[in-house]
């Protein structure tokens, strides 16, 4: 992973970019990186991370009591990490830097039904362009599970890695449980990007995130990288804690420790899963080696020009084939068009509307949640689905 793998050429251009960004800081999708270090996917693409692993997802509903559905939100969650955070260099050698959204832009998919689950939708829109916001919702009506939130970044530099705080946040929601509905927020991780200086950066996990039910069941993660505490990469720690009025918290108490993007298993297992042996590593919490379910996406002959594969189809192709002069000419158009979209709206005195979200100022339930969490901002916005299929309980 150490060593370099860039050719001599490709060296200067990158040392080049790196400075760049050790000396500018702030918002890392406006500069111009070198051209084998680019993606041909837009970051609206990202939030599909989340439903790769579909069953899981639904399954979620099925949870006997809090207790069990906390475990298994938890476990899709982790399950979820692997795709989010180490697919580019399984796909593409290396963490690259994503095609930056334009405001307005969708990316529709879904996961289809099969005998174990219902089917799975996603609905992503770019909801701003300075600084980069993404929206998205999942939902999968037959179990009633739904995953709504929002995607930012705000970057800087220290120690030869790009830190990447992310904001925004999620909400699961269980929809139609006997008991009624039931909602988890749920925090993001902080980001390094490191292997900077060996022209092959990834990302590493590091802090904390959490994932709190509304009703006192708190997931606390803990993320380290190689050298901390097991000397692995993409390790982590969890653990799963009742409400603070619980009669039997240790009994109750979970913790599961193994690697994010391999397997995990329990390291102290609660008194309600008496086939849990600690220590012996199997079963596995989760085992993410095998393969997960890419999103189905409808072919970009049949996309509207707003969908992410068809607008940046030419630059995409571009990427791809090594023609970056054609992948920079398409984008330039794209960018130019939508700096002549931004001036005629300032000249009609109008503003872009999003078509399936609608922004609130402040989220209820971050704020009824999230003041426990050292760091988290005390309050958050929130971008609310408002497109076909919402669920009213
Ligand atoms: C930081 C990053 C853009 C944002 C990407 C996010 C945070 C987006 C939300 C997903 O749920 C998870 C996710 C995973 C990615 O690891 C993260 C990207 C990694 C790199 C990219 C930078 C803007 C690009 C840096 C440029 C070079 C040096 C690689």
């Not at 390790?235 to 009994?251: G, I």
């Amino acid at each position: 992973r150490h060593r370099w793998r860039l050719k001599p050429k490709q060296k200067s251009s990158w040392t080049t970019f790196i400075k760049q960004i050790a000396s500018f800081g702030g918002d890392l999708s406006s500069l111009t990186a070198p051209p084998f270090i680019l993606s041909p996917v837009s970051l609206t693409e990202f939030p599909a991370y989340w439903g790769e692993r579909p069953e899981l997802f639904s399954s979620i509903a099925e949870g006997v009591d809090e207790e069990d559905r906390s475990v298994r939100v938890l476990k899709w969650f982790i399950a979820t990490l692997k795709g989010q955070y180490t697919s580019r260099n399984e796909k593409m050698g290396s963490e690259k830097k994503p095609l930056n959204p334009v405001l307005g832009e969708l990316f529709f998919g879904e996961w289809p039904e099969t005998e174990t689950r219902g089917k799975t939708t996603l609905t992503v829109e770019q909801v701003s362009h300075h600084p980069p916001v993404t929206a998205y919702r999942m939902y999968n009506a037959k179990s009633g599970v739904e995953l709504s939130g929002f995607s930012g970044q705000k970057t800087s530099f220290s120690g030869g890695s790009i830190i990447v705080k992310q904001t925004g946040h999620a909400v699961l929601t269980l929809h139609g449980l006997p008991s009624g509905k039931e909602q988890y927020l749920i925090t993001l991780p902080r980001l390094r990007i490191d292997g900077l200086w060996y022209g092959s950066p990834y990302t590493e996990l590091s802090d904390m995130s959490y994932i709190q039910c509304e009703n006192g069941w708190l997931s606390t993660i803990e993320y380290k990288g190689k050298g901390y505490f097991s000397g692995k990469p993409h390790s982590f720690k969890a653990v799963l804690t009742p409400p603070y009025n619980h009669p039997a918290p240790d009994e109750h108490t979970h913790v599961v420790e193994g690697t994010w993007h391999e397997t995990s298993s329990y390291t102290k297992a609660s008194g309600f899963q008496p086939e849990l042996k600690p220590g012996l590593g199997t079963p596995y919490f989760t085992d993410v080696r095998g393969p997960k379910e890419e999103i189905s996406v409808k072919p970009e002959s049949e996309q509207g020009e707003w969908e992410s594969r068809k607008l940046w189809k030419m630059v995409a192709e571009g990427i791809r084939s090594g023609d970056y002069d054609l992948a920079s000419k398409e984008k330039t158009k794209i960018e130019n068009q939508q700096r002549q979209m931004r001036k005629d709206e300032v000249a009609a005195g109008t503003t872009w509307q999003l078509k399936y979200f609608k922004k609130i100022p402040h989220d209820e339930l971050y704020e009824r949640l999230s003041e426990m969490y050292n760091g988290q901002p005390p309050t958050d916005e929130m971008y609310v689905y408002t497109g076909p299929d919402q669920v009213q309980d």
